[in-house]
């Protein structure tokens, strides 16, 4: 399975055929849930073939919501009762790698041109990347400057690695499914090809993961500042319970299907701004910072993973940052049925790196 960045990177300049199987299948293993979701192309459309969602809790006798590690095993059985819930037909599929299993990072080098930059980075990477650089695939990118660095030697790369053991792992995976390997990717990537409408605005993504909240800064399609704090949703159940003193299982329940009640909605609220008072901070730190060295503004926030579908969440995150709030809807890149829009507007923005890794192959 080929780790490839700056093909990944290219996902939006043209496309391109998956073989003949039209179906195309996009799997993102988060860290309290399982996510597939698969799409067809026609001649006039890319459709929605099906989706699904297992959560991993009960795999590893732990409640849903709960964060785990399956083994490889634990893994096999995830997938495959997900694709079989879900009614997956396709083989084709492209896994999202979860940033916990990889590395990202901008790095700025002084450096003339492309060829001295390319020569830099094995020795430049050994000072950001934590492991032997023989233990990972590694790629980078060079970022296109700022107009007020046009007439110096700074220049950003995204550097990126996964390690071999978690490529192995994947590859194996994909393969006791039957999947054949489209290239891997990581799930930053993923969610950007789902979100990004406007290839000439830049564009700012708050991901609410179950374990991590992640910022991401785009211009155009590239991604140009990564900012992750292991803080997520997981946590706020945790919270939650705490509060009102009851188990984990009935916080959760009381977060996915009760928050707005009288009777919670202001206990939901406290845990949820009590849990991402810190990762929003940082997040706020992190635009400023881009704002000033590159002068450009932002207009919204788009809002994705399983945190986007809390109550109160967009109202909360566009008075933290001042700007409107979009929990986006990946689906809305495809066709579907209309019978299924309330559905997916709920649903959506927790599907966004597995639509986002299931459009690769039309779109790179």
């Given at each position: 399975m080929a780790f490839d960045l700056k093909n990944t990177l290219s996902f939006l300049k043209?496309?391109?055929?998956?073989?003949?199987?039209d179906r195309s299948v996009g799997i993102d293993i988060g860290a309290s849930?399982?996510?597939?979701?698969?799409?067809r192309k026609t001649n006039s459309a890319i459709t929605?073939?099906?989706?699904?969602?297992?959560?991993?809790?009960?795999?590893?006798?732990?409640?849903?919501?709960a964060t785990v590690k399956l083994d490889h095993d634990q893994s096999i059985k995830a997938l495959v009762d997900v694709i079989r819930e879900a009614g997956v037909a396709g083989k084709n599929g492209v896994l999202a790698v979860p940033l916990a299993s990889s590395f990202l990072t901008t790095i700025s080098l002084n450096a003339k041109d492309s060829v001295e930059?390319?020569?830099?980075?094995?020795?430049?990477?050994?000072?950001?990347?934590?492991?032997?650089?023989?233990?990972v695939a590694l790629d980078w990118y060079e970022l296109e400057q700022n107009a007020?660095?046009?007439?110096?030697?700074?220049?950003?790369?995204?550097?990126a690695a996964i390690q071999n053991d978690s490529l192995t792992h994947y590859q194996r995976l994909m393969s006791a499914v039957g999947m054949h390997g489209q290239p891997t990717e990581i799930e930053t990537f993923s969610a950007i090809r789902a979100v990004v409408e406007n290839l000439e605005a830049p564009s700012l993504i708050i991901d609410l993961g179950a374990s991590m909240s992640k910022l991401y800064i785009i211009k155009g399609t590239t991604l140009?500042?990564?900012?992750?704090?292991?803080?997520?949703?997981?946590q706020i159940t945790k919270h939650l319970a705490d509060l009102k003193n009851i188990t984990f299982e009935e916080a959760e329940i009381i977060k996915r299907q009760m928050a707005s009640s009288e009777e919670h909605a202001r206990d939901v609220k406290t845990a949820m701004t009590a849990t991402l008072e810190r990762p929003f901070q940082?997040?706020?730190r992190v635009i400023r910072q881009y704002q000033n060295e590159s002068e450009i503004k932002f207009s919204s926030v788009y809002v994705i993973g399983g945190g986007a579908q809390l109550d109160q969440i967009s109202e909360y995150i566009s008075e933290v940052f001042s700007l409107p709030a979009i929990i986006h809807n990946p689906f809305s890149k495809v066709a579907y049925p209309a019978f299924m829009e309330d559905v997916l507007d709920e649903l959506?923005?927790?599907?966004?790196?597995?639509?986002?890794?299931?459009l690769r192959p039309y779109l790179e």
């Open positions: 043209r496309e391109t055929s998956i073989g003949g199987d849930a399982i996510k597939v979701v698969e799409l929605l073939s099906t989706y699904g969602e297992l959560q991993l809790g009960p795999y590893s006798d732990q409640p849903t919501g930059v390319a020569k830099m980075i094995p020795v430049e990477a050994r000072k950001y990347i934590p492991i032997p650089l023989n233990e007020k660095d046009s007439k110096s030697e700074k220049r950003d790369v995204l550097l140009q500042k990564l900012h992750r704090v292991k803080v997520g949703g997981e940082e997040f706020q959506g923005s927790s599907f966004a790196v597995a639509t986002g890794a299931a």
